[in-house]
Each structure stands twice: as structure tokens, then as C-alpha cells.
């Protein structure tokens, strides 16, 4: 029992589907139930946390810091604040609020970026319930209990512990209920208007898995539930392969962020609205398949397009030309052309300053000519080693440019690009 707090009045855990008014007595026996393997108490513990986030700035500091709190705390309230403050360092990449919040190694490592969250979230809109079946450190659950209430499910007692402190820490202890369980025992029985949500893991403790079989835990059995549930959404790798989900009636949605391809997700039920989706963000521009005839190709014309990679993933490169008005300048390859600028959130976009017949001794002359002492060299489509082939060019000069390496129906070229930056909110 709590210090200072009747029995019957003990707040219950977030888990028990109950919360409390009196949130500093809930606060305390969340921290004194989160510390309880950690060894720390609220009023050393939050001091030595203070001190070690105003010192730790990455790995390096972990030991002098340590070092420096163990002359006033406990080896083991120092070292847990000590790796909390690394963690929240870390953190902050992911999660706005990094600064309130408890991590584990692995959690944060596996946990979803914010960013992606919010998106998934956003686009589930309000919901009756959703359970979070793998819900980890809370990545997602904490984005899904800002829309509604979210049954945060976690079967290791260490993860659902910071789970829980997660929840008193963000003010979501009202929707996010967190409860340590296996979510593949068969005993679970989902509301009608139900929302299930699973990122299986996808490293074992023999390495990264690549196959969705090899998924732990394994998610087909739960999407067979949508004839009784809303939705069920499965969290996949972005480089899932495209023969084992052809089968399933489902909606693949790749995500980016900052043009970075950062993960790609399952559909299932009501949720789902077309085959194949691309998100990019933080724009929130999305792509969805449409039937569509062939585009054309052409040569290069005065602006280049190099789209996202959640596009190319996607396969909707034909939809992306369709909607700029572009064209192909190869069939087998994701570069688009076209002869006015077509700004796009989904695209690189370039000038093309030139096309050569592709030949180490001709661009060197070109670069030399246009005074081009640095380039950005890309390739597309070519074989060539980069790094053999810029040293190879012997560049100087004051001027940039970016030289692709790829090929056109009219053969292999090299192209100078200058690339057009914010051309898009």
C-alpha cells in the first residue's frame, strides 16, 4: 500500500480499466511499480534524472556522468537515470516529447517514429477501441490514445511497466489502459467495432527475419477477424516481399518521411480503400492505384523527376505521371521528364542542363568546361562503380552539379542536373 493512501482508495493501474482523480498518488505508485526492478525512488530518482539529462549528450558521456552521479546516489538509481537521459537523448529523433517519457534499449529501437504514428492515427479518425496487440514502449499506442481509447497490450512485465508510466507521464491515463498479456492466446474476444493493431517483430534471436512467416507473433490469423472487428492494421517491413501479401485481400500503404522510405503497413477491413498506397511526409501527400493506360516515353526534356521511394515501392510511378503530366525517359525506369516544371511533393525535381552520350573522357571536358570542381553523382539503371568512376574525373572548379549516371530509349547517358529545392510546402 502507498504511503498516505487508504486501501480501498489505492489508485488501480491503467490496466485494470480504471483510472484515478488523484493523480500524484497514481503517479507515485506507477514510478514506485516502474522502479521496482530499477531500484529507484520518485524524489532520488527524478533528481538524479535531472542532473544526468543536463549532462548526457551521447555514449560517450554514459560513464564520466555516471561516474559523477554514484558520488551522491546508489550505483542503481545512477545508472538508470544515467541510461534514461541517454535513451530521452536518443529519443527525441522519435518522439516530441522524448523528455517525459522511459524507454527500454530494445523498445525504443523497435518503437514507431511519431511522425508515422500521428499519420496512422490521423487516418483512423475516431474509433470505438483499438488494441494495440504488440504496443512495446507505446510508439503507436500513444498517437492511437490521442484519438480514443487504445487497450495497450505488452506481454513482457519490464516493457509494460514503462508502458504504463508512459501513459501517467502524458496525461492519456483517461485512454490508454495498459495491460501485460500474450495477444496470441486464443482466448481474446474483440468488440464488433473494434480496431486491432499489431507490429510483429521482426528480429529473432537468430537476426532480422525478411519472410512475414517468420514474424513473431504471427499476424494472418488476426486478419481472418475483420468479418467480426472494424479493422485490423499490421505494421510490415518496407522491404516486404510483394509474392507473400498477393494473396491477401489488403491495402499496402509505404510510408516516407523526409524521403526516406521509414515503413510500410497492412490494411485490412472497412479501413482499407484501394490496393496500393504511397504516404509521404510530412506533407501527408498520398498516392493510391488507379487503372491507367501506358504512359509514353520520350527523350529527356527541360526538367527531370526523381520520385519518392514510397512511390517506387508502391509501384505507382505511372500513377505519379499521370498526375504531373510527365512522361518516361526509359520503360524499365522510375525517372519521369517533362518540358515545364510540375512541383510535386512526391518527386526530386531537377533541371537538365545536359545530356551526353555516356563516356568518362566527354564529361570530364563538359565539367571542366562549365567550371564544375564538385558534383553530386547519382545513377539510375547503370552499373558503374561511383566512387571508382568520380575519382576517375579529376575534377576543379568553383561550380556544383548533379551528374546522373542512367539510360534513355536512345541508349546510356550521363546527365547535368541541377536540382530545384522547395519547390513544394
Known sequence: MLPGVDAEKEPALPGSFQYTDNLMAAVEYVMRHLYRYLQLLSDPGAAALAQAAALVRSDLDFL??????????????????????????????????????????????????????????????????????????????????????????????????????????????????????DSTIPAWRFPRDAVIFLDPARRTSRGRVYSIHHYEPDFLPFTKLTEHVHSVVVKVSPAVRWQEISGLSCEINFISAFGELKEAALWFGESASTARRATI??????????????????????????????????????????????????????????????????????????????????????????????????????????????????????NHCVVLLTRTRGGKVSMLLEEIRNSVD
Not at 523528455?99 to 475516431?126: H, I, P, W
Not at 516544371?341 to 545536359?354: G, Q
Open 281 to 398: 511526409l510530412p506533407q501527408g501527400w498520398t498516392l493510391t492505384e488507379k487503372a491507367l493506360q501506358e504512359e509514353a516515353v520520350t527523350d529527356p526534356g527541360e526538367f527531370l523527376y526523381e520520385p519518392d521511394p514510397a512511390v517506387l515501392r508502391a509501384g505507382l510511378v505511372q500513377q505519379l505521371a499521370y498526375q504531373l503530366g510527365c512522361t518516361r525517359i526509359e520503360p524499365s525506369l522510375g525517372l519521369l521528364t517533362s518540358n515545364e516544371l510540375r512541383p510535386s511533393a512526391a518527386a526530386r525535381c531537377y533541371r537538365i542542363l545536359d545530356v551526353l552520350p555516356f563516356g568518362l573522357k566527354r564529361l570530364r571536358k563538359t565539367l571542366r568546361d562549365r567550371g564544375i570542381g564538385s558534383i553530386t553523382l547519382k545513377k539510375r539503371g547503370s552499373a558503374v562503380d561511383t566512387e571508382v568512376f568520380e575519382k576517375q574525373l579529376h575534377l576543379s572548379g568553383e
Open 64 to 181: 564520466p556522468v555516471l561516474q559523477k552521479l554514484e558520488r551522491e546516489y546508489p550505483h542503481e538509481i545512477a545508472r538508470e537515470a544515467v541510461s534514461q537521459a541517454l535513451f530521452r537523448v536518443k529519443a527525441a529523433r522519435k518522439f516530441s516529447q522524448a523528455d517525459r517519457m522511459f524507454f527500454t534499449k530494445d523498445g525504443l529501437e523497435q518503437a514507431s517514429g511519431e511522425l508515422v504514428s500521428n499519420y496512422r492515427a490521423d487516418r483512423l479518425g475516431r474509433f470505438q477501441l483499438l488494441f494495440d496487440l504488440t504496443a512495446g514502449i507505446g510508439g503507436d499506442a500513444i498517437s492511437f490514445a490521442r484519438k480514443g481509447p487504445v487497450v495497450a497490450v505488452e506481454r513482457d512485465e519490464r516493457t509494460v511497466d514503462v508502458l504504463q508510466a508512459n501513459s501517467i507521464a502524458l496525461g492519456l491515463t483517461g485512454t490508454l489502459f495498459a495491460i501485460q498479456a
